[in-house]
């Protein structure tokens, strides 16, 4: 099981930035990814970023150059850096943490979510 700590979302104008923090404690679980999905009712979930092991990055076609992912591994923490935000940015932002047991299961768990409001 892992326990999650969000924080960070709140309600902002257009153009504005917020910083999403996420620290997951999981034990011994090594966490091959982390990352950031987001939900809005009625829609379908969709990757924001994920920072993988390695330093891989991988981020939302929408993103287009306006959020940086960035991880502390002593920490088990990732961040997500929003900038120029847009009232279509919207949603309940969700951590994600994925990796394979000593057994070799993967697993994956998720937060509770931050809401993130951006007004016009």
């Known amino acids: 099981q892992v326990q999650f700590v969000e924080s960070g979302g709140g309600l902002v104008q257009t153009g504005e930035s917020l910083r999403l923090s996420c620290q997951a404690s999981g034990g011994t679980l090594r966490f091959n990814a982390m990352g950031w999905y987001r939900q809005v009712p009625g829609k379908q979930r969709e990757m924001v970023a994920v920072?993988?092991?390695?330093?891989?990055?991988d981020y939302g076609e929408f993103v287009k150059g306006r959020f940086t992912i960035s991880r502390d591994n002593a920490k088990n923490a990732v961040y997500l850096q929003m900038t120029s935000l847009k009232p279509e940015d919207t949603a309940l932002y969700l951590c994600?943490?994925?990796?394979?047991?000593?057994?070799?299961?993967?697993?994956?768990?998720w937060g509770q979510g931050t809401q993130v409001t951006v007004s016009s």
């Open positions: 920072f993988r092991t390695g330093g891989i990055t």
């Open positions: 994600r943490v994925e990796g394979v047991h000593d057994w070799g299961a993967p697993y994956e768990y």
